[in-house]
C-alpha cells in the first residue's frame, strides 16, 4: 500500500463510493470503510432517490418547493437549486453504471410518492434502493486501478499539515499512518448517540468529531430528523425502516384504538413531512396514554405489497408480522442529521483541502427536516462536486507530500463499559421529538464529563474509545447548540 495519495475518501456510503468513481485514472485515491464495504446507513435506505425525471409531470420549481417546505424555509437555496438541477443527471448515471430502478411496462422507471412531496419523482429498486445503489457502486470502484480499497480500517486522527493531511489508521488492532493532499469525509451519520436509531452500527459520528478537532465549522448538528414510522421492536437498538414508500402506497397510521388521527394534526395527514407525523405521533401518545401504533396497509392486493415491498415484508415476517394481513406496530427514533460539516457548494469545508459529502456534511440542502429521499440525491450530487474540485486543484500542481512517521502502537487501560450507555440516555432524554429544554443543561454537563474523562483517561486505542469520544463530543456539540 501507498504512503502517499492524491485523495484519501473518509467512508464508503454512497457519497464515498460515487466520489471514487468520479477521479481522473492519474489521481491515486484510498478509500476507507471502517467495517466492511457493504456496512453503511447508504445499503440501509429504502424508498428510493427524489429527482425531476419526469418533466411533462413535473419540474425543478416543485421539488424546490417541497424541498423548502419541509425544511421550514431553513435551508440554502443556492444548494437546493444545484441539488435539484443537477440531480437528474446523476441518477441517469447510475442506471448507466447498472442500477438496476424499477421500471413501468413502457420501460420507463417508476415513480413513487413520498410524504411531502407534491409529485411522483421518487425512483426506486423495491423498497431496497440504498443496497441496489451501493452494491453497483462497490463494483466499480473494485475495477478501478488508481483507488485502494481499505476495510475495517478507522481513522482515529487527522493532522493539518503542508500541502495536504496526516491520517492516522487503526487496522485489526495496528496503528499506521498516510498522507494525503486532499481528503473527502463521508462517514455518515450520529445515530448511535441516541438509545434507538435506524442507522448501522457505525453511524458515531467519527467524521464530524476529526473535523471539529481540525477546527473546521460544524453547522446545525441538533437538526436531528426522528423518523415516524421505524419498528417497533421491543429490545433492539437498531431499529428497521417502514419507508415512507408504504404510506406513500396508502398506509394509514393508527393509534392504540385502531383510529386514524393524523389528520387531527396536519391536513396532510400520514403524507406531511416527517418531523410533523412524528409529532403527531408523540402528542397522540400523551392523549391516549399509549405508545402503541400502527401502520396499515392490509387493505391492499397482498401480492402488489410483497412485490412492491419484499425486504420490509421479509423482515416483518422474522418479527411474527404478516403486513398483508396485520398492523405493523410503529414508534418514532432517530433517524437522519441534517446539519455537519459546514461546506460551500463544492462541498469544501472550512478548512482548506478538506471536503464532506453526504450525511456528514451540511451543505444546507436540508433545512432544519430533510424531505424524504433528498439524501441520496444529496450524496450523488455532493460528492461529484467534491471530486470534481480536487480534480480542478489537481491540474493545477500537486503539492510535495513526505511519506509520514510511522505512529505509535496501543497501549494503555481497557475502556471500562458504560460510558455509550450514559451519552444514549442523556440523548433520549434531552433532545428527542418534542423538545425538553429544561433537561438541557444538566445534560450538557454531564456529556463534558464524560468526554473530559475519555480525552484524560489513559485507555488503550480501539475502535470502541475512537467511536466513545466520537458519541461524547458530537452530545457535546448538539446540546451547546441548544443552549
Not at 440516555?425 to 445534560?443: A, D, N, Y
Not at 474523562?453 to 448538539?478: F, Q, W
Request: glycine share 8%.
Amino acid at each position: 500500500m501507498e504512503k502517499i495519495y492524491d485523495v484519501i475518501i473518509v467512508g464508503a456510503g454512497a457519497a464515498g463510493l460515487y466520489a471514487a468513481l468520479q477521479f481522473d485514472s492519474d489521481v491515486k485515491v484510498l478509500l476507507l470503510a471502517k467495517r466492511e464495504l457493504s456496512l453503511s446507513n447508504s445499503s440501509l435506505a429504502q424508498g428510493g432517490v427524489a429527482a425531476v425525471l419526469d418533466k411533462d409531470n413535473d419540474n425543478f420549481k416543485l421539488h424546490i418547493a417541497d424541498t423548502l417546505i419541509a425544511g421550514k424555509y431553513k435551508n440554502d437555496l443556492a444548494a437546493i437549486e444545484v441539488l435539484v438541477t443537477e440531480g437528474p443527471t446523476d441518477v441517469l448515471n447510475l442506471k448507466k453504471l447498472g442500477v438496476a430502478f424499477d421500471l413501468d411496462e413502457t420501460g420507463k422507471m417508476q415513480m413513487t410518492l413520498e410524504a411531502g412531496h407534491s409529485r411522483h419523482r421518487i425512483v426506486h429498486h423495491k423498497d431496497s434502493t440504498g443496497k441496489a445503489i451501493t452494491d453497483v457502486l462497490i463494483d466499480n470502484v473494485k475495477e478501478l486501478p488508481n483507488v485502494d480499497v481499505l476495510e475495517n480500517t478507522m481513522l482515529y486522527d487527522i493532522k493539518k499539515i503542508a500541502g495536504g493531511f496526516t491520517a492516522f489508521l487503526l487496522q485489526n488492532g495496528k496503528t499506521f499512518a498516510v498522507n494525503s493532499r486532499y481528503c473527502i469525509m463521508a462517514t455518515g451519520g450520529v445515530g448511535r448517540v441516541y438509545a434507538y436509531t435506524t442507522n448501522s452500527a457505525i453511524a458515531t459520528g467519527d467524521g464530524i468529531t476529526m473535523a471539529h478537532n481540525l477546527g473546521a465549522r460544524i453547522k446545525h448538528l441538533s437538526y436531528i430528523q426522528f423518523h415516524p414510522t421505524a419498528f417497533a421492536a421491543e429490545k433492539d437498538r437498531e431499529r428497521f425502516l417502514i419507508s415512507e414508500a408504504v404510506r406513500g402506497e396508502g398506509a394509514v397510521l393508527l393509534n392504540c384504538r385502531g383510529e386514524r388521527f393524523a389528520f387531527d394534526y396536519d391536513k396532510r395527514g400520514e403524507l406531511a413531512p416527517r418531523d410533523v407525523v412524528s409529532e403527531a405521533i408523540m402528542l397522540e401518545a400523551k392523549k391516549t396514554d399509549s405508545e402503541s401504533f400502527y401502520l396499515d396497509i392490509t387493505d391492499k392486493d397482498p401480492d402488489f405489497v410483497k412485490n412492491r415491498f419484499p425486504m420490509i415484508y421479509a423482515r416483518c415476517l422474522e418479527e411474527n408480522v404478516d403486513i398483508t394481513k396485520d398492523r405493523i406496530p410503529v414508534f418514532p427514533c432517530q433517524h437522519y442529521l441534517m446539519g455537519g460539516i459546514d461546506v460551500d457548494l463544492n462541498a469544501q469545508s472550512t478548512i482548506d483541502g478538506l471536503y464532506a459529502a453526504g450525511e456528514c456534511s451540511h451543505t444546507g440542502v436540508h433545512g432544519a427536516n430533510r424531505l424524504a429521499s433528498n439524501s441520496l440525491l444529496e450524496a450523488l450530487v455532493f460528492s461529484r462536486r467534491a471530486a470534481e474540485d480536487i480534480m480542478r486543484r489537481l491540474k493545477k500542481g500537486r503539492a510535495e507530500l513526505c511519506p509520514p512517521e510511522e505512529p505509535a502502537q496501543p497501549s494503555g487501560e481497557e475502556l471500562p463499559s458504560g460510558y455509550r450507555t450514559e451519552i444514549r440516555k442523556i440523548m433520549q432524554s434531552c433532545h428527542f421529538v418534542l423538545p425538553t429544554p429544561e433537561t438541557v443543561p444538566e445534560g450538557l454537563q454531564r456529556a463534558r464529563r464524560i468526554a473530559g474523562e475519555l480525552n484524560r483517561g489513559n485507555y488503550k486505542l480501539t475502535p470502541d474509545l475512537v467511536e466513545a469520544k466520537s458519541l461524547a463530543a458530537v452530545a457535546c456539540i448538539i446540546l451547546q447548540e441548544l443552549m
